[in-house]
């Protein structure tokens, strides 16, 4: 019998166009990477640039990642390569393929 995957917590999801399985791994790899002991440069940094190396591994590359408070975007992805979402209150994490 297969293991039933742990619920996700505090997961918000703004805006999406993406296959549900590359939603659970952008929630997955996200949290992983916000869970990562990083003790110097920039945190956010850090984390995108892990979250996005994951999703080049996965899915090939071409993939951009932007973690932070509060930022803004105009942007143009490919069809099925976009999320926006929180996986901690108030920190947010945009990804997608251009």
Not at 2 to 17: G, R, S, T
Not at 45 to 64: C, H, L, P, Q
Request: proline share 3%; glycine share 8%; charged share 20%.
């Amino acid at each position: 019998m297969a293991a039933v995957p742990a619920p996700i917590k505090n997961v918000q999801i703004f805006a999406e166009d993406v296959s549900e399985e590359m939603r659970a791994f952008a929630i997955k790899t996200s949290q992983e990477a916000f869970q990562m002991t990083i003790t110097k440069g920039k945190v956010f940094g850090t984390i995108a640039s892990n979250v996005r190396t994951e999703f080049d591994k996965e899915y090939g590359m071409g993939w951009n990642c932007v973690v932070g408070k509060s930022f803004g975007t105009c942007l143009t992805h490919e069809i099925k390569s976009y999320m926006y979402f929180s996986v901690l209150p108030d920190i947010y994490v945009l990804i997608w393929k251009g």
